[in-house]
């Protein structure tokens, strides 16, 4: 399993300082998939055990996709977990943000054992039947989150794996729906597919309907990853 940085690693201390002063389970909070150009937005809610936590939590993007995904079956084997998923259809209708914060709040529905407090990742949180926390760079630094920010990634990841199946042109697999060279040169080729975000500009570009004079397509791109 490889780690690609390791100069910042998160903890369980402030899990542990919550369930000293007020006992209770602490879900930490996180998603995948707001910046892609395509395939659905994931959120993930995860209550570690705090006598069994596994080894290797860390940021998903610290870890390679092996390593997700050997992390991820030691969370699943070990912890209270659900996902949310919203869709495009979801995503076009609501905007990313609103459907992002609807995928957290499905999560947290979804878990066998009711938070008393949740830990979210960024800085708003969705509306859920707890009290809820945001921590900026929440996967860098509360093992709760990070190890959300796994079960969302390596979910989502799957999924567009599936879908690259339905679409081989696409490199779905490859690329996972993010603005790369090639996903951008297959949308030039082979055009957009139902899978596409029709609210993000790189697609509205794609099917004809904004001109392109800014390199929309990267300023889209950061846009949806700084919501």
């Known amino acids: 399993m490889k780690i690609r940085d390791s100069r910042l690693l998160p903890t369980f ?23 892609p150009w395509a395939g659905p937005v994931v959120a993930a809610a995860v209550i570690l055990d705090p006598d069994n936590i596994p080894d290797g939590i860390t940021d998903s ?14 969370i699943v084997a070990t912890s209270s977990f659900a996902v949310g998923i919203a869709d495009v259809a ?6 990313i943000l609103n459907a992002t914060m609807w995928a957290m709040s499905h999560a947290v529905s979804q878990l066998e054992i009711a938070p008393r407090l949740a830990l979210i990742d960024g800085n708003r949180a969705p509306k859920i ?3 809820t926390r945001t921590i900026v760079r929440g996967d860098a630094k509360c093992l709760s989150i990070a ?21 081989p042109a696409y490199g779905f697999e490859r690329h996972k729906g ?16 139902p899978l ?6 790189p ?25």
């Open 178 to 193: 993010y603005g790369t060279p090639e996903h951008r040169e297959a949308l030039s080729r082979h055009g957009v597919t």
């Open 61 to 74: 993007k610290a870890l390679d996709e092996n390593g997700r995904e050997t992390v991820y079956a030691r």
């Open 129 to 131: 039947k707890c009290a």
């Open 90 to 95: 979801r995503i076009d209708t609501d905007n």
């Open 147 to 167: 190890a959300a920010s796994i079960i969302a990634k390596v979910t989502r990841d799957r999924i567009m794996r599936k879908l690259a199946r339905d679409y």
């Open 196 to 201: 596409h975000r029709r609210s993000f500009r």
């Open 13 to 35: 201390e402030l899990e542990s300082a919550e369930m000293a002063l007020i006992p209770g389970p602490i879900a930490g909070i996180d998603e995948a998939g707001r910046g």
């Open 203 to 227: 697609v509205q570009y794609a099917l004809g309907l904004i001109a392109d004079p800014d390199n929309n397509a990267t300023r889209a791109t950061a846009e949806a990853d700084l919501i």
